[in-house]
């Protein structure tokens, strides 16, 4: 069975940190370029940050760059987001995704639809209050 699923959210104060993972089944990541993005309450989703298999390539959302840290470990098939100095605003359902190997990471992240994305996690929730 393909799927993606995401773990590792939940409560923290906002400057802590979590680490969210995106474990794979049913089709290897690394072979995909892979992002997370997030749907905060009222709002539209948003690419987050992605990763491009093939040259390792990244790409950070503003809002995110120099907190947020986006690897992969392909031993183990699953990708990570490392959150760091956590804000309120980083309060958000975090999806991870698969986009096809042509995909940028940038594009992947900022018009996901060009490319099209072959798979959706069901997500993890993160809450930054204190």
């Known amino acids: 069975q393909v799927q993606l699923v995401e773990s590792g959210g939940g409560l923290v104060q906002p400057g802590g940190s979590l680490r969210l993972s995106c474990a794979a089944s049913g089709f290897t990541l690394d072979y995909y370029t892979i992002g997370w993005f997030r749907q905060a309450p009222g709002k539209e989703r948003e690419g987050v940050s992605c990763i491009k298999s093939s040259d390792g390539s990244t790409y950070y959302a503003d809002s995110v760059k120099g907190r947020f840290t986006i690897s992969r470990d392909n031993a183990k098939n699953t990708v990570y987001l490392q959150m760091n100095s956590l804000k309120p605003e980083d309060t958000a359902v975090y999806y991870c995704?698969?986009?096809?190997?042509?995909?940028?990471?940038?594009?992947?992240?900022?018009?996901?639809?060009?490319?099209?994305?072959?798979?959706w996690g069901k997500g993890t929730r993160v809450t930054v209050s204190s």
């Open positions: 995704a698969a986009a096809p190997p042509t995909a940028t990471s940038q594009a992947m992240c900022v018009i996901p639809n060009y490319y099209g994305i072959n798979y």
